[in-house]
């Protein structure tokens, strides 16, 4: 039998959807290209913004035709379209799906299979799935390869509650994973081949402080960095609160820990910062900044932001656009607000801007970010820097600096894992492309 998974969004679905298939196939199910080839179709959802979510119910609704010919194909719909609590109208709405699970919890399908094919399928097959349904968590590898750069989540959930952020409601309280067993995970990941950790959370840095006596972010990139196979680490997404000056000085210690900071503003305005309850003022961002290009060297840092909340003036936005313009940042994730169902800014917040401005917004910020990016990348030409090849693709190899550019080479050498110096011959707004040194 055979299975597909369809995954929409960041980078902790991408590892649920790893983690889920990881149990598929030490059933003995293999992957299907195509949904239309499959026994077992997931669909992995994000609902961060409303046209993920307008995108996910399409590729669902999509699906119909296929239970309706083939009674027996198992359709599970995943992820935060469902969230922490369940959603019966989405039952309601979607009788054809067959089973409904929270993000981050296979079980409900692995549950629904072992029920279904149990008088079907051997002794084996049941004691494998008895195994993994009493993990918690933390699913048993498969004898596979790892991608070179696997993410692995530590922190599940989020509490922090911005009033535009529907996570919390979709992934529920903050709930950091214990030190051993993300430990033992990564040692397994490293082990099937891959090379580069990216560490992740809704608040990554917040690391522990929900378990008393836990170790921290800055004690698990340390231990993480004794494994000896394991070429780099990254972390994210982080919070300018919680950014303490420890994890900083630990990225700049630990050469294994990549000098990329993903850490969002969301707005440079400080009214508009405190209506989305972030907790920090604009001028708190700007010394943040300051500090870690005068801690960790040739860092880079990554920010998000959202234009046209609600109140967002033309001088607000302004703010916002020079505050860009002066800090010179290295990527900017750019999004136009659209409420979500359960938020405060929903409930109590009126979205006054035009979709039309939002869109004018939005356009502006990405071009200056496409003049910024692309004059501090012309940094980069004819300069020899170290990059980790994560796969080839249209016959070049792809991977990226220790700073997260993105590079590709051509070349006939076999390079997948593998870290080379290669010198930078031409440089654009969005990658770089060079030859091995």
Not at 227 to 246: G, V
Not at 265 to 287: F, P, T, V
Request: charged share 25%; net charge negative.
């Amino acid at each position: 039998m055979k299975y597909h998974v369809w995954t929409e969004g960041c980078q902790m679905n991408v590892a649920d959807s790893r983690r889920l298939s990881s149990a598929l196939q030490k059933l003995g199910f293999e992957p299907s290209a195509t949904a239309e080839g499959a026994d077992i179709i997931v669909l992995n959802t994000c609902v961060v913004r409303q046209s993920a979510e307008d995108k996910a119910i399409g590729r669902l609704s999509s699906l119909r035709p296929l239970k309706e010919k083939n009674p027996d194909l198992v359709i599970n719909l995943m992820g935060c379209l469902v969230g922490v609590q369940g959603n019966p109208a989405m039952q309601k709405r979607f009788p054809w799906v067959d089973v409904f699970s929270a993000p981050s919890d296979p079980n409900p399908l692995l549950a629904y299979l072992n029920t279904r094919l149990d008088k079907a399928e051997s002794d084996e097959w049941r004691q494998k799935m008895d195994a993994i349904l009493d993990d918690d968590f933390t699913l048993p590898p498969v004898d596979q390869a790892a991608m070179v750069s696997e993410n692995l989540p530590i922190v599940l959930g989020c509490s922090h509650a911005c009033s535009y952020c529907v996570i919390p409601h979709k992934r529920g309280r903050e709930r950091s994973r214990a030190f051993e067993q993300i430990l033992l995970e990564a040692q397994g990941l490293v082990d099937r081949g891959a090379r580069e950790i990216v560490l992740l959370g809704q608040i990554v840095d917040r690391y522990g402080l929900d378990i008393p006596g836990s170790p921290l972010l800055e004690d698990l990139l340390k231990s993480l960095s004794q494994i000896e196979a394991l070429k780099r680490i990254r972390f994210l997404t982080s919070h300018p609160n919680w950014m303490s000056d420890a994890l900083i000085q630990s990225v700049a210690d630990l050469s294994k820990v990549m000098p990329h900071i993903e850490v969002p503003i969301q707005a440079g305005d400080d009214e508009i910062l405190s209506a989305m309850r972030r907790g920090y003022s604009a001028e708190n961002y700007r010394k943040l900044v300051q500090k870690l290009r005068a801690t960790i060297p040739g860092v880079s840092i990554a920010t998000d932001i959202i234009v046209g909340f609600p109140g967002e003036s033309e001088a607000a936005f302004m703010n916002t656009y020079k505050l860009l313009e002066d800090l010179r940042l290295d990527v900017a994730h750019l999004a136009r607000y659209s409420p979500r169902p359960n938020t405060y800014s929903a409930k109590f917040l009126q979205d006054d801007v035009p979709a039309e401005e939002k869109k004018r917004r939005f356009r502006l910020l990405e071009d200056l970010q496409a003049n910024i990016v692309a004059e501090i990348n012309q940094a980069y030409l004819n300069q020899s820097v170290p990059v980790l090849f994560e796969a080839k693709a249209k016959q070049r190899w792809r991977g990226r600096t220790p700073t997260n550019r993105l590079v590709f080479i051509e070349s006939d050498e076999s390079l997948l894992g593998q870290e080379r110096d290669v010198r930078i011959t031409w440089t654009g707004p969005w990658s770089l492309i060079g030859e091995l040194s």
